[in-house]
């Protein structure tokens, strides 16, 4: 069949994506590579382990869904401790919710 539908979901993800990398550029301090084929950022959140008194990736995550109701995945699942995985599927309207939450609270 066509691919319209393809495209149009492409350039809502990139746009998501995009979004995403501006507003964590802006917290600061949570360096990453640009996702160009998934869905989700995967970023080093060491700095704010270390800032928060926290012992690791997972201590950090949790936290964060214990008082945001965000659920990231700690990066030592994937070999790479202090990083959080971070997905990007889900409206724009509940990435900008999210990351009003995320950066209030890494800059509490």
Same mark, same amino acid.
């Given at each position: 069949?066509?691919?319209?539908?393809? =495209?149009?979901?492409? !350039?809502?993800?990139?746009?998501?994506?995009?979004? @995403? /990398?501006?507003?964590?550029?802006? #917290? &600061? =301090?949570?360096?990453? !590579?640009?996702?160009?084929?998934?869905?989700?950022? @995967? /970023?080093?959140?060491?700095?704010? #382990? &270390?800032?928060?008194?926290?012992?690791?990736?997972?201590?950090?995550?949790?936290?964060?869904?214990?008082?945001?109701?965000? #659920?990231?995945?700690?990066?030592?699942?994937?070999?790479?401790?202090?990083?959080?995985?971070?997905?990007?599927?889900?409206?724009l309207p509940d990435i900008q919710a999210g990351l009003d939450k995320l950066e209030t609270y890494l800059k509490?």
């Amino acid at each position: 069949g066509g691919q319209d539908t393809v =495209r149009a979901m492409v !350039a809502e993800y990139r746009r998501r994506r995009d979004y @995403f /990398a501006k507003r964590i550029d802006a #917290i &600061g =301090r949570i360096p990453y !590579a640009l996702p160009d084929g998934a869905f989700y950022f @995967f /970023a080093d959140f060491s700095h704010y #382990i &270390g800032a928060k008194g926290m012992r690791d990736d997972g201590q950090l995550a949790m936290d964060i869904l214990e008082k945001l109701n965000i #659920i990231l995945v700690p990066g030592s699942a994937f070999g790479a401790p202090g990083y959080l995985r971070i997905s990007y599927a889900t409206s724009l309207p509940d990435i900008q919710a999210g990351l009003d939450k995320l950066e209030t609270y890494l800059k509490s």
